[in-house]
């Protein structure tokens, strides 16, 4: 099921913690899995690069080396489900 999420908590990951706190606030059409919701990783640099374009840049750097065609995975304790129009996401 697509969702429209707000990133709440710095997510988990081995990634620097500076690139972890960017995701705060974003908002992000995902698709909602069974734990987690996944975005693919174009998209969410898409977003991310409105809010913050060091980190964005960080990002595609680092998920190109990694098949950057794949997805991002953010756990659910770290987001919220947002009832906004999806013309509001880049516009907040």
Known sequence: MVQLIEIVEIPEGKEP?????????????????????????KDAISVLSWYNEEAAIWWKNHSSSQGGDGSLKFQKQFCKVVSEPQSQILFN
């Not at 706190?21 to 974003?26: G, N, S």
């Open 17 to 41: 913690l500076w690139t972890r706190m960017a995701w705060l606030t974003i908002k992000l059409v995902v698709e909602e899995t069974q734990d987690g919701f996944m975005v693919l990783v």
